[in-house]
Nanobody, 124 residues
Framework: QGQLGESGGGLVQAGGSLRLSCAVS????????MSWFRQATGKEREFVAS????????DYAESVKGRFTISRDNAKNLVALQMNSLKSEDTAVYYC?????????????????WGQGTQVIVSS
Protein backbone atom coordinates (compact mmCIF):
# COMPACT_ATOMS: atom_id res chain seq x y z
CA GLN A 1 0.00 0.00 0.00
CA GLY A 2 1.38 3.36 -1.05
CA GLN A 3 2.06 6.35 1.13
CA LEU A 4 0.10 8.68 -1.15
CA GLY A 5 -3.11 8.07 -3.12
CA GLU A 6 -4.88 10.51 -5.42
CA SER A 7 -8.57 10.56 -6.35
CA GLY A 8 -11.10 12.91 -7.89
CA GLY A 9 -9.97 13.04 -11.48
CA GLY A 10 -12.36 12.73 -14.39
CA LEU A 11 -13.81 14.32 -17.49
CA VAL A 12 -15.05 17.90 -17.28
CA GLN A 13 -15.99 20.60 -19.77
CA ALA A 14 -13.86 23.69 -20.17
CA GLY A 15 -14.84 26.27 -17.58
CA GLY A 16 -15.85 23.62 -15.09
CA SER A 17 -14.35 22.56 -11.77
CA LEU A 18 -12.84 19.48 -10.16
CA ARG A 19 -11.49 18.79 -6.71
CA LEU A 20 -8.59 16.38 -6.40
CA SER A 21 -7.76 14.71 -3.13
CA CYS A 22 -4.62 12.99 -1.94
CA ALA A 23 -4.72 10.59 0.99
CA VAL A 24 -1.41 10.77 2.81
CA SER A 25 0.15 8.48 5.40
CA UNK A 26 0.38 9.88 8.93
CA UNK A 27 4.18 9.92 8.90
CA UNK A 28 4.33 12.01 5.75
CA UNK A 29 1.48 14.45 6.39
CA UNK A 30 3.01 15.54 9.69
CA UNK A 31 6.50 16.21 8.35
CA UNK A 32 6.48 17.11 4.68
CA UNK A 33 5.67 20.01 2.42
CA MET A 34 3.18 18.66 -0.12
CA SER A 35 2.76 19.53 -3.76
CA TRP A 36 0.82 18.71 -6.89
CA PHE A 37 2.46 18.07 -10.23
CA ARG A 38 0.95 17.15 -13.57
CA GLN A 39 2.12 15.43 -16.70
CA ALA A 40 0.45 15.76 -20.06
CA THR A 41 1.00 13.16 -22.76
CA GLY A 42 4.40 13.64 -24.38
CA LYS A 43 5.46 16.34 -21.94
CA GLU A 44 7.61 16.49 -18.84
CA ARG A 45 6.12 16.46 -15.38
CA GLU A 46 5.50 20.03 -14.26
CA PHE A 47 4.92 21.77 -10.95
CA VAL A 48 1.38 22.93 -10.21
CA ALA A 49 1.09 23.96 -6.55
CA SER A 50 2.70 23.50 -3.15
CA UNK A 51 1.78 23.99 0.51
CA UNK A 52 4.06 23.97 3.56
CA UNK A 53 3.49 21.44 6.33
CA UNK A 54 1.41 23.84 8.42
CA UNK A 55 -0.77 24.91 5.50
CA UNK A 56 0.23 28.54 5.89
CA UNK A 57 2.29 29.18 2.75
CA UNK A 58 1.37 28.22 -0.78
CA ASP A 59 3.03 28.55 -4.15
CA TYR A 60 1.55 28.12 -7.63
CA ALA A 61 2.64 27.80 -11.21
CA GLU A 62 1.83 30.94 -13.17
CA SER A 63 -0.47 28.97 -15.45
CA VAL A 64 -2.84 28.06 -12.60
CA LYS A 65 -2.66 31.12 -10.34
CA GLY A 66 -6.11 32.46 -9.53
CA ARG A 67 -7.79 29.24 -10.73
CA PHE A 68 -6.36 26.47 -8.52
CA THR A 69 -6.17 26.32 -4.73
CA ILE A 70 -4.07 23.86 -2.74
CA SER A 71 -4.94 23.02 0.85
CA ARG A 72 -4.20 20.41 3.47
CA ASP A 73 -5.85 18.97 6.54
CA ASN A 74 -3.21 17.24 8.62
CA ALA A 75 -5.82 15.89 11.05
CA LYS A 76 -7.54 14.07 8.17
CA ASN A 77 -4.34 13.10 6.33
CA LEU A 78 -5.54 14.90 3.21
CA VAL A 79 -4.14 17.29 0.64
CA ALA A 80 -6.56 18.80 -1.87
CA LEU A 81 -6.38 20.70 -5.12
CA GLN A 82 -9.47 22.70 -6.05
CA MET A 83 -9.40 23.42 -9.77
CA ASN A 84 -11.75 26.05 -11.20
CA SER A 85 -12.14 27.59 -14.65
CA LEU A 86 -10.51 24.55 -16.18
CA LYS A 87 -8.99 24.80 -19.64
CA SER A 88 -8.16 22.14 -22.21
CA GLU A 89 -4.47 22.71 -21.49
CA ASP A 90 -5.05 21.51 -17.91
CA THR A 91 -5.59 18.00 -19.27
CA ALA A 92 -2.96 15.75 -17.66
CA VAL A 93 -2.32 13.10 -15.06
CA TYR A 94 -2.11 14.84 -11.70
CA TYR A 95 0.21 13.59 -8.98
CA CYS A 96 0.62 14.54 -5.35
CA UNK A 97 4.11 14.37 -3.94
CA UNK A 98 6.04 14.91 -0.71
CA UNK A 99 9.04 17.25 -0.79
CA UNK A 100 12.31 15.74 0.36
CA UNK A 101 13.61 19.06 1.67
CA UNK A 102 16.61 18.95 -0.66
CA UNK A 103 16.29 21.01 -3.82
CA UNK A 104 13.79 23.39 -5.33
CA UNK A 105 10.12 22.86 -4.57
CA UNK A 106 9.24 23.27 -8.26
CA UNK A 107 11.57 20.48 -9.33
CA UNK A 108 10.15 16.95 -9.53
CA UNK A 109 13.60 15.59 -8.69
CA UNK A 110 13.30 17.09 -5.20
CA UNK A 111 10.37 14.82 -4.26
CA UNK A 112 10.83 11.36 -2.84
CA UNK A 113 7.24 10.18 -2.39
CA TRP A 114 4.66 10.09 -5.20
CA GLY A 115 1.13 8.90 -5.66
CA GLN A 116 -0.03 6.82 -8.63
CA GLY A 117 -1.73 9.79 -10.30
CA THR A 118 -5.29 10.64 -11.31
CA GLN A 119 -6.33 11.56 -14.86
CA VAL A 120 -7.99 14.90 -15.58
CA ILE A 121 -9.47 15.48 -19.03
CA VAL A 122 -10.89 18.87 -19.93
CA SER A 123 -12.98 18.92 -23.08
CA SER A 124 -13.26 22.11 -25.09
Amino acid sequence: QGQLGESGGGLVQAGGSLRLSCAVSTLIIKNYRMSWFRQATGKEREFVASVDWRGWYTDYAESVKGRFTISRDNAKNLVALQMNSLKSEDTAVYYCAAFSGDGHIKSAAAYNYWGQGTQVIVSS
